[in-house]
């Protein structure tokens, strides 16, 4: 009898276990924010994000790696007694979570008073995001008390999340945004630029001396007076193209040849080599991407980034087959193949953060280098191709008028147009919905927050699951 009481005891203990996260999902609430119910469910998600961020403040502060971990048990060991922003790593987590579900309270709140809605083709994008994420993270969800329904309503959030930034920031929102103010924005924010790097070091990357140096020089002089003497625009840009052209082939052509090197006196040395090929394969995704491991909740946000040039297609004339029937065949070119589009750097310098007695780990990476970038947005006039001479390399390089590029079809498509306007309003955005939850005050279940640790959660599961996710789509 005692023994079966024991295995009883025993069997009831791993059932609690199991459950701890499990039953989330059924009607357990862990607060109440202005009357609305907190579902565990809700707040577990929340829990997750809000794990992940702590987790990045501490690889930021202490350069801490939680993928290097292989399992839930070891991170919870690395992570014991860890503080984040002065609170204990727990508590933080806690609080975050908190502020999320405050912030999901506000958007429904501010999206009823808008009496906005969702359209019915946006909930059926939210059901085939749902099935393609629940296919590798169900498990995880389930386990952690994350139902169905929690994942389609955090989606949704999501969504209504995205219509009250139209209602305010969007073409004839509250907020006044024109068209014009985004073109204007734009234009002072980023150069359309062509240019050629031709590199000052050998082959193992030291630096050329005399001759070398003094040869790839008068090389870059060359190009640059063939592509001055041009009368017209579109005349300079096909000869730089050619040059760009030519140039490649040369680096090809010595690098095939010889590694090329340095004497004490920097004087060239080559030394036969083998030719090295390298395959490239490329990947083409043609299904949507999972869930991204950034659980920021504004899935919307992007970053502006280099706006790769638009694509024409070509039609060649109608081939008939054998049955009659004509057929197509289509290539695809990039009209502006060897042109850049270059963000102005919105971070301050290291020198002038610390001067603000702030500190940071943030290293900017100028494009194509420091020197280049501050002549184009400084110095160089539209048009006007110049040769920068730095010491580990030669750019020739032109600002061209980024306006003319400025088309529906091309850089002001309407992706890159609501990028544009993420960037000026997101953050603003951002501060509005969190000014909203503040002016909420929850009513914690102190149970129900002891009873879901965030710190029970297996994160390195999670992790496993999104890498896997990716894997599937790009390879790897």
């Not at 395959?279 to 869930?291: C, E």
Request: hydrophobic fraction near 30%; aromatic fraction near 10%.
């Amino acid at each position: 009898m005692n023994v079966l009481k024991k295995c009883t005891a025993a069997l009831l203990s791993m059932i609690m276990l199991l459950s701890f996260f499990g039953c989330g999902e059924g009607t357990a609430n862990v607060m109440k924010v202005d009357g609305m119910e907190i579902r565990a469910g809700i707040y577990i998600y929340y829990s997750i994000d809000a794990y992940f961020d702590a987790l990045k403040i501490l690889a930021e502060s202490e350069n801490f790696n939680y993928a290097s971990y292989k399992t839930d048990k070891e991170l919870k060991k690395a992570i014991k007694g860890k503080m984040v922003e002065g609170l204990p790593i727990q508590e933080w987590i806690q609080d975050k979570a908190t502020e999320y579900c405050l912030q999901y309270v506000a958007i429904e709140k501010e999206f009823e008073r808008l009496n906005l809605t969702v359209s019915e083709d946006t909930k059926s994008e939210i059901d085939t995001y749902y099935a393609s994420s629940w296919a590798y993270l169900g498990d995880f969800y389930t386990a952690s008390g994350i139902g169905e329904q929690t994942v389609k309503d955090v989606l949704l959030s999501g969504e209504k999340r995205t219509a009250i930034y139209k209602a305010y920031y969007g073409e004839g929102g509250s907020e006044g945004v024109t068209d014009e103010s985004l073109r204007t924005y734009y234009k002072e924010n980023n150069a359309r630029v062509e240019y050629v790097k031709i590199p000052l070091t050998d082959g193992e990357g030291n630096l050329l001396k005399s001759d070398g140096k003094a040869k790839l020089k008068e090389m870059a002089e060359q190009y640059l007076d063939r592509i001055k003497a041009q009368s017209t625009e579109e005349s300079m840009l096909h000869e730089f193209d050619n040059v760009i052209d030519e140039y490649k082939e040369y680096a090809t052509s010595v690098s095939n040849a010889a590694v090329t090197t340095t004497d004490e006196s920097g004087n060239l040395i080559t030394t036969a080599t083998t030719v090295k090929t390298t395959t490239v394969t490329t990947t083409t995704v043609t299904t949507t991407d999972i869930q991204g491991t950034d659980q920021d909740e504004d899935a919307d946000r992007t970053e502006e980034t280099t706006v790769i040039p638009s694509v024409t297609t070509a039609t060649t004339a109608p081939a008939t087959s054998g049955s009659g029937d004509a057929s197509e065949t289509t290539t695809t070119t990039k009209p502006y193949p060897n042109e850049s589009i270059i963000a102005k750097m919105t971070t301050a310098p290291e020198s002038e953060k610390k001067a603000e007695g702030t500190t940071t780990t943030t290293e900017i990476n100028y494009t194509p280098s420091e020197k280049t970038y501050n002549f184009i947005f400084n110095d160089a006039k539209l048009g006007v191709p110049e040769l920068i001479e730095e010491d580990e390399a030669l750019y020739i390089v032109v600002r061209l008028n980024i306006e003319d590029r400025m088309t529906a079809d091309d850089l002001w498509s309407e992706s890159n147009v609501e990028s544009v306007r993420q960037t000026i309003y997101g953050d603003a955005f951002d501060a509005k919905v969190e000014e909203w939850a503040k002016g909420y005050t929850e009513e914690r279940d102190s149970a129900a927050y002891r009873r879901y640790d965030p710190l029970d959660l297996d994160i390195i599961t999670y992790y496993n699951a999104i890498m896997k996710s990716y894997s599937s789509y790009y390879g790897g």
